[in-house]
Structure formats: structure tokens, C-alpha cells
């Protein structure tokens, strides 16, 4: 069956950085767009970024554009997102999401910033 | 950014009885190509969310289909025409015509 599996997350200083992780497994990881989508009691869902089913297209919000990078690595099924410059107000749960649409969803990873 | 509206934010409804839940976006939510972008999902409590339907009307697979979607251009609408237990949680509306992708705030259905 379908499984997306995030990790990376945990507690981190203002201005430090955190790689998340998503490992996909039971569909054609390869064929679909993905996105990392994050979500706080405060602000609801807020879509984070994309990146093309080829890695060559990527968008990101402007809330966190400069400062996080998407990538994908097909011949490990696995999605990433690099997150620089953290400030506390990125402290959500991430998850990521992909397939046709948003199809399929990760049970989401923590990431607390906090000094 | 297109900005998506819910109403109601909360909506108490009895077992066995119909429930709605409005969304509006700040623009035509028509894509280029035709479609009409137009999500909604549904959290549980303590569980990730979970596609229910997609261009405005079509249900994923597996969903029951006393969930149902409507509308068009700016306004649409997610119906369940008899409320089980199972229903209680968080739904979201979510356009994905344009990026950024965006959310509506959410409408909590509860058991009155």
C-alpha cells in the first residue's frame, strides 16, 4: 500500500537548519509532482513547496522563499526539504504530499523552533 | 495568492442528518486548461489529512459517496447527506490552480 514516511524533524535553535526526509513507497513516486505542505493550530494548512515530477521545477512560498530548498531523489523514492535560516514562526508539522493531486499524505514530522 | 473562504468555521450536526460546508475563493478558480482545481479534505482528529475529492465533484476512491461536491467559478460546496460518527474532524477546501496552493481556514464538524 501506499507510504509516505517523514523524519528529520525534532527541536532547533533560531537561524540553525534541518534536512526532512520523506520516503515513498507503494506507487510510481517518479511519475508525480510533490509537496511539502505544513500546519500550525495558529495558521491551519499552509502549502510549503513543489517540485516537478523530474526534479527540474520547483516553487516555494514566499514565506519561506530563500531560505528552503526542495529536491527529490527518484532512484531512492525520497523527498526532501532543506530548511535554513529557521525562525520561529516555522514551527508546524510538515508533512509531505504528492500523487495525482494530494492524493496521498505522510503522518507529518515535528519541527519546534525555539531558543 | 487566491485566498479561500469556509463558512461555517463550526458546524454541530445530528447523527443521520445532512451537513454543508461553503467555500469561496477570492478568484475564478478555471485553470487554462479547463479545469476547475478545486480540493477538499478532511482531517481526523490525531491523523494527517485526506483527499476526499478533487475538481470540485469527483470522489476518491473509496470515499463513501454520501460525501459530494458542487459548484463553480468562485463558489463550491461539500455536502454529506447523512452524518455518521466516523465524519467528525476538520475539513478543508484547497485550490490547486495556481501556486501557491492554497487552504481555506477549515470547518470543524462535531456530533450535537
Known amino acids: 500500500q501506499v507510504q509516505l514516511v517523514e523524519s528529520g524533524g525534532g527541536v532547533v535553535q533560531p537561524g540553525r537548519s534541518l534536512r526532512l526526509s520523506c520516503a515513498a513507497s507503494?506507487?510510481?513516486?517518479?511519475?508525480?509532482?510533490m509537496h511539502w505542505v505544513r500546519q500550525t493550530p495558529g495558521r491551519g494548512l499552509e502549502w510549503v513547496a513543489v517540485?516537478?515530477?523530474?526534479?527540474?521545477?520547483?516553487f516555494v512560498a514566499d514565506s519561506v522563499k530563500g531560505r528552503f530548498t526542495i529536491s527529490r531523489d527518484n532512484s531512492r523514492n525520497t523527498l526532501s526539504l532543506q530548511m535554513n535560516s529557521l525562525r520561529t514562526e516555522d514551527t508546524a508539522i510538515y508533512y509531505c504530499s504528492g500523487g495525482k493531486g494530494f492524493d496521498y499524505w505522510g503522518q507529518g514530522t515535528r519541527v519546534t523552533v525555539s531558543s | 495568492e487566491i485566498v479561500m473562504t469556509q463558512t461555517p468555521l463550526s458546524s454541530p450536526v445530528t447523527l443521520g442528518q445532512p451537513a454543508s460546508i461553503s467555500c469561496r475563493s477570492s478568484?475564478?478558480?478555471?485553470?487554462?486548461?479547463?479545469?476547475?482545481?478545486l480540493s477538499w479534505l478532511q482531517q481526523r482528529p490525531g491523523q494527517p489529512p485526506r483527499l476526499l475529492i478533487y475538481?470540485?465533484?469527483d470522489r476518491v476512491s473509496g470515499v463513501p459517496d454520501r460525501f459530494s461536491g458542487s459548484g463553480a467559478g468562485t463558489y463550491f460546496t461539500l455536502k454529506i447527506s447523512r452524518v455518521e460518527a466516523e465524519d467528525v474532524g476538520v475539513y478543508y477546501c484547497m485550490q490547486a490552480t495556481q501556486i501557491p496552493r492554497t487552504f481555506g481556514q477549515g470547518t470543524r464538524l462535531e456530533i450535537k
Open positions: 507503494g506507487f510510481s513516486f517518479s511519475t508525480y509532482a
Open positions: 478568484q475564478s478558480l478555471v485553470h487554462s486548461d479547463g479545469n476547475t482545481y
Open positions: 517540485i516537478s515530477y523530474d526534479g527540474v521545477h520547483k
Open positions: 475538481k470540485i465533484s
